[in-house]
């Protein structure tokens, strides 16, 4: 299939170019953030027919919350043009969105048909703009994904790790459960989800995934300090454990990932051996830099 890949220069978007182009089933036209920009419908209807795609892979919104990046309404309204454009011309739409639509007050992992229910700024966007995509795009498919790291853009990994070269301590709690996901293994999950529909499938829908083994923020610091550790010296107390009043509420940003593994036959792995490899290729591109 032909695929036009928004957001191409993500964490995820460069980890999905580098595993299609290994296996060579899919043609990828790359199109990256800075070319997403939209300041009109029509100049995102223009991009979406240029790219001559059977499916537009739609990486921005994703990308955007796991590098703390600013997002807006004109960022969710883009995913509605994206929408009309593929409806419009019969362009599937796979869009990636995140956990964190729900309101992680369930303590329980999360499924598909469970109310989203974040009632904040990030929540009701993330939830209007699924809503817009689902009543304006018959052939979508929308993946919640826990947050990406990677060696490669901003992401929590590298944010961490510059921080704690720079000399910085991390205070991380542990009262919010998550499952990091790999972007190698996001770019698993979407390739498997392409070869589905390049073979005729028609499995149009939300569906959920994340990693194996849900963890903290606090916990994930540690692995990465540890990793971190064989390329450089940090002081002791690098990661700290932010101290809490005992008050605050857990919240839990765990998917059920049961459907989409029946569906597309993409089973779970565990995030944390992923890890020391993402660390490593970090400290080798800084070198060659």
Not at 55 to 69: F, K, M, P, V
Not at 70 to 79: A, G, P, S, T
Not at 244 to 271: H, I, M, N, Y
Request: glycine share 8%; hydrophobic share 35%.
């Amino acid at each position: 299939m032909r695929v036009l890949l928004i957001g191409a220069d993500s964490s995820i978007g460069l980890a999905l170019q580098d595993h299609l182009r290994r296996w060579g089933r899919h043609q990828v036209e790359p199109l990256n953030r800075s070319a997403c920009r939209w300041k009109s419908e029509r100049q995102a209807k223009k991009a979406a027919r240029r790219g001559d795609c059977d499916i537009l892979i739609d990486t921005r919104i994703a990308a955007a919350l796991d590098s703390g990046e600013q997002l807006d309404e004109l960022d969710f309204k883009r995913c509605h043009w994206l929408a009309k454009a593929c409806q419009r011309s019969n362009i599937h739409y796979l869009y990636l969105s995140s956990a964190r639509v729900f309101s992680g007050t369930l303590e329980r992992p999360y499924r598909e048909q469970d109310e989203t229910d974040n009632s904040n700024t990030i929540g009701e966007f993330l939830r209007e703009g699924e809503r817009l995509i689902r009543e304006t795009c018959e052939k979508h498919i929308i993946l919640r994904m826990g947050p990406v790291f990677s060696s490669d853009g901003p992401n929590v990994l590298t944010h961490h790790l510059s921080r704690l070269l720079e000399g910085g301590v991390l205070r991380m709690e542990n009262s919010i459960k998550v499952c990091p996901l790999p972007s190698h293994d996001g770019a698993r999950v979407i390739a498997a989800i392409l070869d589905q529909i390049g073979a005729g499938a028609e499995p149009w829908g939300t569906y959920h995934y994340c990693s194996s083994d849900p963890t903290n923020e606090y916990e994930f610091a540690e692995a990465l300090l540890a990793g971190a550790s064989q390329f450089n010296e940090f002081s002791q107390g690098a990661v700290a454990l932010e101290p809490g009043t005992g008050t605050e509420p857990l919240r839990s940003w765990v998917l059920d990932s049961s459907l989409l593994r029946d569906t597309f036959a993409v089973k779970q792995v565990p995030w944390r051996g992923f890890v020391a490899d993402a660390v490593k290729q970090y400290f080798a591109q800084r070198k060659q830099e």
